[in-house]
């Protein structure tokens, strides 16, 4: 599928080439870590195809891992070896760090000129602008997001229809399916509490119960936090309940994402709650039974925000070029491509999109990035927050703390990781 | 120290100038820059600011910091006390029975068995027996329900009580074949005629092991001990691959602990301070260790 739009997709218009610097060179150096089997990196390398065609220039592309940009990334871009794209992390503690380091160009001018305003929009903006303080939401475009991802139902049709389970709609469905799994012996939640996966189960709890105000406060720092409050206290009894029920089983502090992403894709649990960034993989890996999306089933606020950014380095030494880059990736031939690819685009033409669930999976997200309800991730306000937050979560599911020393841990990790990023004097 | 007829003592002072700037370049700069690093707040880029002593104050009040130290003592039980310990009997039982009784060859094949782990990365043997022990379909649990001990599987690698001990399995595993090699070199030397005369005497394999053995490889031993404590203290791979320092703090390390707030914090400043504090430890400990080298190998003559 992916090929053959790759021949559509060649009568894009990036806009014109009148580059109006002094800038020398044609050739354009681009760095991501995106998987290459995931949709933003097959939609970026048609963008370089694309690019190259329109303008007749070269694009010089260097795929890194996430650690060497996550980790050394503040070091090559203090360096006049900085890349002219590159791809970052987005967040206080990744992309917001680099600004404050004063790593990144303001790319302002460039956002008014091509009207990348008018393609990004709304909620989807917010991960692209920094204050100076690099915290998300800020006034200055530091990068602009090209597609987006949140976090999804997977359900096993075949065992749904197997079991007689309706595929649910509402929570309690939910919950009621659950039950009906375990009842036949099986436990419905691919789940891993090593890594990422019950952690976001667990924040998708707390956004169901939460409002704008609570993200705003939590990601933003615009108010406290309060650990005690409602969708802290649901998300965790929940997730305590499920383990005791054993609709998650009960080994899930020793598994990794890869075993819950096998644990759906070989059919032992039914259900899997986790990121569209996998939507691609279930295509490909999953085709020894029907399946299907939804979002997650009656929340206020849903897990998940646009992907990582695309930012031009203030050291790049080839920023216009770089601007016609990034406008190249917002044009609807390249959005429609990562569309159909498996990712969610930011812009798109319903009629392009070939496969019917991946327009609904973009319609989903359409909605709640409109009605500017996206939650983002648990592990962004602070810096280290991630491996922090999994060890506790840990020993929470293994029974060695309780659900209040588990907040009171999380509280602690979040308060020392809001200070380490030194954005709140 | 040997000299060419006739040259000047100080014209070969030049060779070592390469050595001694590589050693500037790669050790003695980045070191100092640490110990100046720890005693500021910095992110890594821009100018460090001078904080003084603040790094050093929190340390001492650190929690995971000394709970990090602790996890280092087992580590050196596991890398350096129970792979000596082991080492020691099973070289002794390859070189005084194996060899004996069947052939040199056979020894070999045993030393050479036990060394694989040691030759593999240690992240491949890390990874592998990650696999070994999950708790869903792992090799383990697998056996244990296979021969009627299902009631013995565990959660390992993700419980707070076996964490910690499988690492600490996984790292004699990984350990035993460094001290077989190192004394089986070292039992070569030893005069065949003195167990042949212990056994004349009627001594038996402890009594011979005790008297013969282990006093003709002290130094063999005492380089093994150093060497692998400063190796346990070391410790970061299986950690970092296997369990990010958790469940909770249980299996936190300093090598870790210091990468987390170099990378993942980003707080710099901090982790030149527990890297820093870290390499005190081990400073101290090999000039202790040296002195009662020393003192041990001087009694002996």
């Known amino acids: 599928m992916a090929t053959s739009l790759a021949m559509l997709a060649g009568v894009g218009a990036c806009g014109s080439s009148n580059s109006s610097s002094q800038e020398d060179g044609n050739t354009l150096t681009v760095w991501w870590y995106a998987d290459e089997g995931s949709a933003e990196s097959k939609g970026w390398n048609q963008t370089i195809k694309v690019f190259e065609k329109k303008t007749g220039k070269k694009v010089k592309f260097e795929r890194k891992s996430f650690e060497q940009i996550a980790k050394n990334g503040s070091q090559f871009l203090n360096s006049d070896k900085a890349p002219d794209v590159m791809e970052s992390n987005r967040g206080n503690s990744s992309a917001g760090l680099l600004v404050t380091q004063n790593l990144l160009s303001d790319l302002g001018p460039y956002v008014k000129k091509y009207g990348w305003d008018k393609i990004v929009k709304g909620q989807n903006q917010i991960l692209g602008k920094y204050t100076s303080k690099g915290v998300i939401g800020g006034n200055t475009w530091y990068g602009i997001p090209t597609y987006a991802e ?12 197997k079991y007689n389970i309706p595929i649910p709609n509402t929570f309690d469905e939910f919950v009621s399916a659950l039950a009906k799994f375990k009842e036949n012996g099986i436990t419905p939640l691919s789940e891993a509490a090593m890594e990422y996966p019950l952690q976001q189960l667990w924040w998708q709890l707390v956004l169901s119960k939460a409002d704008k105000k609570f993200v705003e406060d939590y990601q933003l720092y615009k108010g406290k936090v309060d650990w005690n409050s409602e969708p802290f206290t649901f998300a965790t009894n929940t997730i305590e309940a499920w383990l005791k029920a ?10 990794k994402s890869e075993d819950a992403f096998t644990g759906f894709t070989n059919g032992t649990h039914p259900i899997f709650v986790t990121g569209t960034w996998n939507h691609g993989r279930f295509m490909d890996e999953a085709k020894n039974f029907k399946w299907e999306s939804k979002e997650w089933p009656g929340a206020n606020v849903y897990e998940g925000g646009t992907g990582n950014i695309l930012t031009i380095p203030r050291n ?22 990562i569309g159909n690819a498996g990712g969610i685009p930011l812009t798109y033409d319903p009629s392009a999109i070939k496969d019917p669930s991946l327009k609904v999976m973009i ?32 020993q929470f599911v293994n029974g060695e703390i309780t659900g209040k020393q588990m907040l009171d841990a999380y509280k602690g990790y979040y308060d020392q990781g809001v200070k380490d990023l030194g954005i709140l004097d | 120290m040997s000299r060419l007829p006739g040259a000047h003592p100080n014209s070969f002072n030049i060779y070592l100038l390469p ?20 005693f500021t707040s910095w992110r890594g880029v ?14 001492l009040h650190d929690q995971d910091f000394w709970a990090s130290f602790g996890h280092s003592l087992l580590m050196i039980l596991a890398v350096t006390i129970i792979p000596t310990i082991l080492g020691l009997l099973t070289s002794s039982l390859l070189s005084d029975v194996i060899q004996k009784k069947f052939s040199g060859r056979m020894a070999s094949l045993f030393r050479g068995i036990f060394y694989i782990p040691q030759i593999l990365p240690i992240a491949v043997a890390t990874i592998i027996m990650g696999w070994i022990f999950r708790p869903e379909k792992g090799a383990v649990n697998e056996v244990l329900k296979a021969i009627g001990l299902g009631s013995m599987q565990r959660n390992w690698l993700g419980s707070s009580t076996w964490a910690m001990p499988v690492l600490m399995i996984i790292l004699i595993w990984i350990q035993f074949g460094y001290p077989i090699v190192i004394f089986m070199s070292g039992l070569e030397r030893v005069d065949p005629e003195l167990y042949e005369a212990a056994s004349l005497d009627g001594a038996n394999w402890w009594r011979k092991f005790c008297t013969i053995t282990l006093p003709e490889i002290i130094p063999e031993l005492l380089v093994v001990l150093l060497t692998s404590t400063i190796g346990a203290l070391k410790t970061f791979g299986p950690v970092y691959l296997l369990t990010k320092g958790g469940p909770g703090r249980q299996t936190i390390v300093p090598s870790y ?7 993942q914090v980003q707080q710099v400043g901090y982790g030149a301070t527990i890297s820093t504090a870290l390499t005190l430890v081990i400073v101290v400990f090999a000039i202790v260790f040296s002195f009662i080298q020393n003192h041990v190998e001087k009694n002996q003559d």
Request: hydrophobic share 45%; glycine share 8%; proline share 3%.
């Open chain 1, 363 to 394: 319609d989903d997200f359409k909605k709640v990035a409109s009605k500017g309800v996206l939650g983002y991730y648990p592990d962004w306000a602070g810096a280290n927050m991630y491996d922090s937050m999994s060890s506790s979560l840990q």
């Open chain 2, 19 to 38: 050595g001694l700037i590589g050693l500037l370049i790669i050790i003695i700069i980045p070191l100092l820059a640490n110990v100046y690093i720890s």
């Open chain 2, 257 to 263: 602990y210091s990468y987390t707030q170099f990378f």
């Open chain 1, 246 to 255: 054993g609709y998650i089983s009960k080994d899930v502090s020793g598994l």
């Open chain 2, 46 to 59: 821009g100018m460090p600011r001078w904080t003084g002593l603040t790094n050093w104050a929190r340390i």
């Open chain 1, 316 to 337: 790049a030494k080839h920023k216009d070029m770089a601007a016609q880059f990034i406008n190249c990736a917002l044009q609807p031939d390249i959005q429609n491509f």
């Open chain 1, 150 to 161: 949140m976090q999804r139902v997977y359900y096993n049709d075949d065992l749904f229809a």
